[in-house]
């Protein structure tokens, strides 16, 4: 298309689009109203199409803004369509709902389902062939698609995506909120000024066949300021009085309300509606003003140049117009025109809109409109949308009226599921200065609600204070009180702090429940208290266990993390039933997948990563890590990156990796002071100062674990215990024998099985240490006999060792082999080189030092992790080379031991590791 006067900035589109740079980028398009933007815009898009670029456009218009999806819809409806791209059902499901295709579902669509639909979406089809998506006024694009394309161009780091946008200047010249977080690099603001005078007589030629003298065209051009539309309005205008006698006033809107004053009655209500409408359809102004003043009205509107010639939906030539004429609308015409409008439009949020624009002070019925289509709005994932709807529902009702405050409690509950707590915090504020909520469950139920949005915003002192005072307001409401009641417990549970209050909190919550009959209220309650039970010192409790299979399909309806499946898993590993944790994280994570419950993915992925590197499958738990902290990330759950954070230093702290540990540890650490979020630290601590034991460094080990052996004055959790015999450890590998014992005196009376099993192996180490080694090694027995039942190889080859190394010292050199064998073994399985290499040195001071086998460092490396049964891919996998090298090095292997198989492989590393003397008596 011709274009005139934008030569510059088309060959900057031209630049753009050409670019190579990888991930999502955008070019935004503004100016002044009138300048030009949208025929700039329509050129780029052209442009876009004949590089190849699959184009998807929105033109959205000011009375869209407040349609939930309404761009979403215009976007990406063709893409969800496409048979080549096969969207995941949980996907295609919350796009089908969002977009108005399937029916809105009784539990509500997480918005963050759909923003990871858009995304995948967006990488599949760009996979296929670049994508342009292409939006006129961005302004106007509801918040809703805005939040959820915003979050898809943001990871799109890799794919050929590109945005061309316009939108109105804004000052300062800030970039619109879509292309706001890409990189500056991925950017590009295009700025238009007004025409030169050469181009605004071209544009007068061409638009309106007017001819203008110079002297007439140089008024034109001063008075338009160069500004392509009102050179056009000016043009009309002088076409109009042919004198030329035409003045600009202060604004274009009078020469804009001037050609409108011209149109007929019909046009000018066909515009109006228009106008008023999201998406104005032939049928709808129909149905409005009856079939014969549509048509007459949009024959005339078209003919002026006020719509466009295009079918459905019906547009604006120039969207300023819409915003001229119903400025010019009276407060009763304005009314009427709203109140027509909602008898016809059958969207509910639009309808609801509707009624409200049409009222004249509070109106009960009207704002029950709105709470119907708030709901509506939240149950199809937008409740930004919904939180809209709620406040102008608010706005509907008067000061004194109950209703006031729960119309802003729903409209801030909205705004924690949409992401925007500050507001939400606003608009409960609001709703407790509200005379009906000064006290009583009214008063209980807004605090709460405040209370889990301050938790939110890691203000755990500020919900702990709000959930007491709420307690204090709950009056015979048990729901509220139990409400209230683990918010309390949940605040304890995350900081450790006024630990026996929020024992006490879970207890009387489990109660209220139970005297209630209602299995729901249960199902809610039994999470937290299970998880209570087991950390005050009660053991395992079967009763629960049966509770939770019996409560099972009630609790379906819960995120994965409220479940008390989830408490369940903490408990089964405490007490060393691997399997069973690991089958119910695995139940968990499928539910979660299948439901998109994204805040349950980031605790329940890094829990699996622990059980990929039990199966000796490290890779796949660092890519589980990974995909944990992306998510963690992507939702803005800093709790949730703590949790990651801490398995990941763990892991990596386990696979021998001391910086990436530390480095990972201290990301933690630095995110538990900001949080509040102390669950999770002992363990990683542990895993720290083994690792620097491993590493020979066992003042570095204590600095880890040392608090363990004094209980924090602000944590009575008693979670420091966890850590003693690993503190006890490290003292006796620094020489402090009494004080490991004093350690180990530390532990609780009753110890779950797996801190029994530690503290046994631990005190193995202390009576070796002492000399005692007959009463070690019955000791470590226990020990190993209780990790072999746990099913938990790492646990198993650290005992292991710890009896091996007793054995040797007590020269039963048979048992040492045997036992630090099998450790070596299990450490190559696992990944965990270090302590492999630990068991062997030991081995090699049992048998002397090894004959020299003729194989290169990599060569041994190769033929160990083949001699324990990895397949080739496996082997490349670990040691990061292709197949093709692992099999060259096998035949090499072969050759240098003059060997033909596997089986006789293993046998030689065997006998190359260890020696062959297993003769000596044990």
Do not use: C
């Not at 919900?463 to 918010?487: F, N, T």
């Amino acid at each position: 298309m011709a274009v005139i006067g934008r030569d510059d900035e088309l060959t900057q589109i031209a630049t753009f689009l050409d670019g190579a740079e990888p991930g999502a980028r955008g070019i935004l398009v503004t100016g002044e109203p009138g300048i030009g933007a949208s025929t700039v815009w329509s050129a780029a898009v052209e442009m876009a199409g004949v590089r190849g670029y699959r184009v998807v456009d929105s033109r959205p218009v000011e009375a869209e803004a407040s349609m939930p999806f309404a761009g979403l819809n215009d976007l990406f409806g063709d893409l969800v369509d496409a048979d080549e791209l096969d969207v995941p059902a949980p996907q295609r499901k919350a796009l089908d709902v969002a977009l108005m295709r399937a029916e809105v579902p009784s539990t509500p669509i997480q918005p963050l389902a759909i923003s990871l639909a858009v995304l995948e979406l967006l990488r599949m089809a760009s996979a296929r062939q670049p994508i342009a998506i292409a939006i006129d006024d961005a302004q106007w694009l509801d918040d809703s698609s805005t939040g959820v394309l915003g979050f898809a161009l943001r990871r799109l780091e890799r794919d050929p995506v590109v945005v061309i946008a316009t939108a109105r200047r804004t000052p300062g010249g800030a970039v619109s909120p879509l292309l706001a977080d890409l990189p500056t690099s991925r950017r590009v603001l295009l700025t238009l000024e007004g025409l030169a005078v050469q181009e605004v007589d071209r544009l007068l030629d061409r638009s309106l066949r007017l001819r203008l003298a110079p002297t007439a065209l140089q008024r034109v051009h001063r008075l338009s300021g160069g500004n392509p539309y009102h050179a056009l309005e000016i043009g009309r205008a002088m076409q109009t009085d042919p004198s030329g006698d035409v003045t600009v006033p202060d604004s274009l809107g009078r020469l804009v309300r001037e050609r409108l004053m011209r149109l007929s009655p019909h046009a000018r209500s066909v515009a109006l509606h228009v106008a008023a409408l999201a998406q104005a359809t032939t049928a709808t102004l129909e149905a409005s003003i009856g079939r014969d003043a549509a048509q007459a009205g949009l024959v005339v509107a078209r003919d002026a140049g006020i719509l466009h010639a295009s079918a459905d939906p019906i547009r604006f030539a120039q969207p300023l117009v819409a915003g001229e004429l119903l400025a010019g609308l009276g407060d009763d015409e304005r009314r009427d025109l709203h109140r027509r409008l909602a008898d016809v439009v059958t969207e509910p949020a639009e309808r609801a809109r509707h009624l409200a624009l049409a009222a004249n002070g509070p109106d009960e019925a009207v704002a029950e409109a709105l709470d119907g289509a708030a709901e509506r709005s939240h149950a199809r994932g937008a409740p930004d949308g919904a939180a809209d709807l709620s406040e102008l529902a608010a706005e509907l009702t008067p000061q004194d009226d109950p209703a006031r405050g729960r119309r802003l409690a729903a409209a801030g509950r909205y705004r924690v599921v949409a992401g925007d707590v500050a507001r939400a915090r606003t608009l409960l504020d609001a709703a407790l200065s509200v005379p009906a909520a000064a006290a009583g469950p009214a008063r209980a139920e807004l605090l709460t609600a405040l209370a889990q949005v301050r938790q939110l915003m890691d203000d755990h002192v500020a919900a702990g204070a709000l959930s007491e005072e709420a307690l204090a307001h709950v009056g015979a409401d048990p729901r509220l009180a139990i409400r209230a009641k683990l918010l309390l417990a949940g605040v304890s549970y995350i900081t450790g702090r006024r630990w026996n209050e929020g024992a006490t909190h879970a207890t009387e919550a489990m109660e209220i429940a139970e005297s209630l009959g209602d299995p729901d209220v249960v199902a809610i309650t039994l999470g937290p208290y299970v998880s209570w039970r087991f950390a005050t010192g009660h053991g395992r409790e079967r009763t629960l266990d049966e509770r939770a299979r019996e409560l099972a399909s009630r609790m379906r309806s819960l995120r994965a993390m409220d479940r008390a499946d989830y408490a369940l898993v903490s408990v089964d590993l405490a007490e060393g039933d691997t399997a069973a944790a690991g089958a119910r994280v695995s139940r968990l994570l499928d539910d979660a997948e299948k439901d998109g419950d994204y805040s349950s993915l980031p605790f329940l992925l890094a829990h699996a990563s622990s059980f990929d590197f039990l199966d000796g499958r490290a890779d796949d738990a660092r890519e589980r890590i990974a995909h944990a902290g992306r998510l963690a990330d992507v939702t803005n759950q800093r709790t949730a990156r703590v949790h990651v954070l801490g398995f990941e230093a763990r892991l990596l702290a386990r696979l021998g990796d001391a910086d990436g540990a530390r480095a990972t540890a201290e990301q933690a650490f630095d995110l538990m002071a900001a949080t509040g979020w102390r669950f999770g630290e002992w363990p990683m601590r542990v895993e720290l100062a083994l690792l620097e034991l491993s590493r020979g460094d066992g003042s570095a080990a204590l600095a880890f674990v040392d608090g363990a052996q004094d209980s924090p004055s602000d944590d009575g959790s008693g979670r420091h215990r966890w850590a003693l015999p690993t503190a006890a450890e490290t003292l006796v590998a620094l020489g402090r024998l009494d004080q490991a014992r004093h350690a180990l005196d530390g532990l609780p009376e009753y110890r779950p099985r797996r801190l029994h099993a530690d503290s046994l192996r631990a005190r193995g180490r202390l009576l070796a240490a002492g000399g005692d080694l007959d009463a070690a090694a019955s000791v470590l027995d226990e020990a190993e006999a209780i990790h072999r039942q746990m099913d938990d190889r790492w646990e198993l080859a650290r005992t292991l060792v710890v009896a091996g190394e007793a054995h040797r010292r007590a020269r039963r050199r048979a048992r040492a082999r045997s036992a630090l064998r099998e450790a070596h073994e299990s450490f190559i399985f696992l990944g965990a080189r270090r302590w492999a290499d630990q068991a062997r040195e030991l081995l090699a001071r049992i048998d002397g030092p090894r004959r020299d086998d003729g194989l290169t460092p990599t060569q041994r490396e190769v033929a160990e992790l083949v001699a324990i049964g990895l397949t080739n891919r496996q082997v490349a996998d670990r040691l990061f080379m292709s197949p093709h090298t692992v099999e060259a090095h096998l035949k090499a292997i072969y050759r240098t031991l003059e060997i033909g198989s596997r089986g006789e492989l293993r046998d030689a590393i065997r006998d190359s590791t260890h020696g062959t003397r297993d003769s000596t008596p044990s």
